[in-house]
């Protein structure tokens, strides 16, 4: 992954977020450290600190291009919203196959750089998963005044058992190396989460 040569600075910040997003999903976010972002680069050290005077500098960089990958995955149809058929089932798929397309991601959830060493790593991250969190609700809600789900069934604490089954499954996915399709897991864990949802007949 070394790339030598002066390159416009943009072009280089570029590249040394992508080798931390890499060396994440490789070895944890422990273990990037300035050093082996250089190495990975292809410069000096002092040219890692030259684009980003602080280490925090990077991850808030990191967080930033972790959002645009997301914005994109979901404007690529990977995640349908509220719309088509199964709107729930399309909200999860789509987030799983961001986090199965993006690995540095889970590894990043579960760090010590997010929970204790980096504030706005952490607050981005808290972001994500409260827009994630009312964009399940609504989902839900709407599943509930459509008759498909339980009328007493309250839709925020219905969207924080999804999140918990994503959250869950994405802590497994990657402590059992990555070894199962996260996606199809995802969709078959969510029929029988949501079968308790659905509305009681008689």
Same mark, same amino acid.
């Given at each position: 992954?070394?790339?030598?040569?002066?390159?416009?600075?943009?072009?280089?910040?570029?590249?040394?977020?992508?080798?931390?997003?890499?060396?994440?999903?490789?070895?944890?976010?422990?273990?990037?450290?300035?050093?082996?972002?250089?190495?990975?680069?292809?410069?000096?050290?002092?040219?890692?600190?030259?684009?980003?005077?602080?280490?925090?500098?990077?991850?808030?960089?990191?967080?930033?291009?972790?959002?645009?990958?997301?914005?994109?995955?979901?404007?690529?149809?990977?995640?349908e919203?509220?719309?088509?058929?199964?709107?729930?089932?399309?909200?999860?798929?789509?987030?799983?196959?961001f986090?199965?397309?993006?690995?540095?991601?889970?590894?990043?959830?579960?760090?010590?750089e997010?929970?204790?060493?980096?504030?706005?790593?952490?607050?981005?991250?808290?972001?994500?998963?409260?827009?994630?969190?009312?964009?399940?609700?609504?989902?839900?809600?709407?599943?509930?005044?459509? %008759?498909?789900?339980?009328?007493?069934?309250?839709?925020?604490?219905?969207?924080?058992?999804?999140?918990?089954?994503?959250?869950?499954?994405?802590?497994?996915?990657?402590l059992?190396?990555?070894?199962?399709?996260?996606?199809?897991?995802?969709?078959?864990?969510?029929?029988?989460?949501?079968? %308790?949802?659905?509305?009681?007949?008689g």
């Amino acid at each position: 992954m070394s790339v030598r040569g002066r390159k416009p600075a943009e072009e280089r910040k570029s590249q040394i977020i992508e080798a931390a997003l890499e060396l994440t999903a490789e070895m944890g976010p422990g273990r990037v450290t300035t050093e082996a972002l250089a190495r990975a680069v292809g410069i000096t050290q002092p040219g890692i600190f030259r684009h980003f005077p602080k280490k925090s500098d990077i991850w808030k960089a990191v967080a930033q291009r972790i959002g645009a990958l997301l914005r994109e995955s979901q404007s690529a149809g990977q995640n349908e919203g509220l719309t088509g058929s199964d709107p729930l089932g399309n909200f999860v798929a789509g987030h799983l196959r961001f986090l199965q397309d993006t690995p540095a991601v889970p590894a990043l959830l579960f760090s010590r750089e997010l929970h204790a060493e980096n504030d706005d790593l952490r607050v981005f991250f808290a972001g994500l998963v409260q827009n994630g969190h009312a964009f399940l609700t609504r989902i839900i809600a709407g599943e509930v005044k459509a %008759g498909r789900y339980d009328k007493a069934l309250e839709a925020e604490d219905a969207a924080y058992l999804i999140l918990a089954l994503v959250q869950g499954l994405a802590m497994r996915w990657s402590l059992e190396g990555q070894h199962f399709d996260l996606v199809a897991e995802g969709r078959r864990l969510l029929a029988l989460q949501t079968a %308790g949802f659905k509305a009681r007949s008689g």
